[in-house]
């Protein structure tokens, strides 16, 4: 069925696989499948919207970063996903004056998705596989189940006939089991914007034809921790400081905080340009022990420039995967300032969340009844598995399994194109 597509709605990047027509079962399992082109001939659309109060224009994926970039003024929303399954999936923000439900928002990025995926086809697609974390949310069954709800009917409100879902990590070794020769017992690492996710999968020649692989998969875990959240510790440690993060009022009592963590944290930044918010600097700027550095948050927030603070904090952390240090120029606060962020920081900042994710790989093994010993390979897929304190900690687990890279940011897509064309062709 050529109307089946298999759709990778991310925290930070979304893709579309589909399996072109005339492409037998055996050609799509030996890597024939295809990621279609969502913007400026690329596979990956950034999950961005941005709303363009100044030509009254919707704006997706890096188009939206630009103009928001550029300094057009309106609203920028990003990182979605993080939104299912909360109360804020609820909530809304203002658009040029006007209420926007946030289940409107998602609606309107999906139907962008597959508008564009549907144009680089030449077709429509009624059928979708759409991907899913382990869990949405973690130690909350009804909330979890809420999320894939929620995503559910914005997919069908979107245009989408029929939908399934599979989980990201097996979609991934979907997509690593067209690449071997051999039967191997996988542990696949998907590592997101939102969440880190983990399978334990027997994976080969001889098992990829199966229509049902219920049994090849051993255990399944994930933990709500992923890049986002990286980001935002970096920031508080590195670049929040600066902004008065854990300094002190004349009272002696610190600065409340959620200023600090709504601007570090992707889906809540525009949270801090409230108007309660504001007024509450106001005061908060009078009776500081350093108004300097207050008054630099307050410049930051009028401007709206926290989507902008948040980038340069999430390009110190790519940057750091190569770098012992990287400078961030940061011209847009008042005063400039230029600050030196070192990988030692990062790697303590995050050290809490890289524990969490250890115990859930162990658990996983556990689960499984799996020694270390006995894992082949470990496949890496998801942006932020590109962090390499990550890698180091959850290669230490299985230390004889052979480490492989697939597409850091396709191989969900195309494995769910895989699954697509299992479940609806």
């Known amino acids: 069925m050529t109307n ?41 659309l950034p999950s961005v919207v941005f ?25 920028l929303m990003r990182s979605m996903k993080s939104l299912l399954g909360t109360s804020l999936m609820d909530g809304q923000t203002e658009v040029a004056g006007r209420a926007l439900p946030f289940r409107v928002l998602l609606a309107q990025f999906i139907g962008e998705v597959k508008r564009r995926a549907e144009g680089q086809a030449g077709r429509g697609f009624e059928h979708a596989v759409f991907g899913r974390p382990v869990f949405f949310i973690d130690d909350n069954p009804a909330a979890d189940k809420l999320a ?37 017992l996988v542990l696949i690492a998907d590592i997101g914007g939102g969440t880190s996710d983990f399978s334990l999968v027997r994976l080969g020649p001889g098992r990829a034809g199966k229509p049902e692989r219920r049994d090849d998969i051993l255990a399944t875990g994930g933990v709500h921790i992923g890049g986002t959240d990286f980001d935002k510790y ?4 590195s670049v929040m400081p600066l902004l008065g993060y854990r300094s002190a009022l004349r009272s002696g009592a610190e600065i409340p905080s959620s200023y600090y963590f ?17 007024v509450q600097l106001d005061d908060l700027v009078r009776d500081a022990r350093e108004p300097a550095k207050l008054a ?4 930051l927030i009028e401007e709206r420039a926290g989507h902008w603070l948040a980038m340069q904090v999430e390009g ?7 770098a012992a240090s990287v400078r961030l120029e940061l011209d847009r606060l008042a005063p400039p300032e230029s600050l030196s962020v070192e990988r030692a ?33 470990v496949f890496f897929t998801g942006g932020s598995s590109g962090v390499g304190l990550l890698r180091q900690r959850i290669g230490a687990l299985v230390p004889d399994a052979r480490k492989v890279e697939g597409d850091l940011f396709g191989s969900i897509g195309a494995g769910l194109a895989l699954d697509a064309q299992r479940k609806f062709g």
């Open 4 to 44: 089946a597509c298999g759709v990778d709605f991310g925290t930070s990047n979304s893709t579309v696989g589909w399996i072109k027509p005339g492409t037998t079962p055996g050609q799509a399992l030996g890597g024939a499948h295809a990621l279609l082109s969502l913007e400026d001939g690329k596979a990956t």
């Open 51 to 75: 709303f363009n109060a100044d030509d009254e224009e919707v704006r997706y994926g890096r188009a939206a970063l630009a103009d928001y970039l550029a300094g057009y003024e309106g609203r």
């Open 148 to 184: 894939e709800d929620t995503l559910l009917a914005v997919a069908r409100g979107a245009g989408f006939r029929e939908v399934a879902f599979q989980y990201e990590p097996i979609a991934a070794a979907f997509d690593y089991e067209s690449q071997i020769d051999r039967e191997e």
């Open 234 to 237: 970096l920031s508080l440690a």
């Open 262 to 278: 709504n601007l570090a944290t992707w889906h809540t930044i525009n949270q801090a340009y409230t108007r309660k918010s504001i």
């Open 296 to 299: 630099r948050l307050q410049h």
């Open 316 to 322: 110190a952390k790519i940057g750091l995967s190569d």
């Open 345 to 377: 920081t990062f790697e303590a900042a995050i050290g809490q969340l890289l524990d969490a994710i250890d115990t859930t790989v162990l658990r996983l093994l556990a689960d499984a009844g799996v020694k270390p010993g006995d894992v082949d390979t």
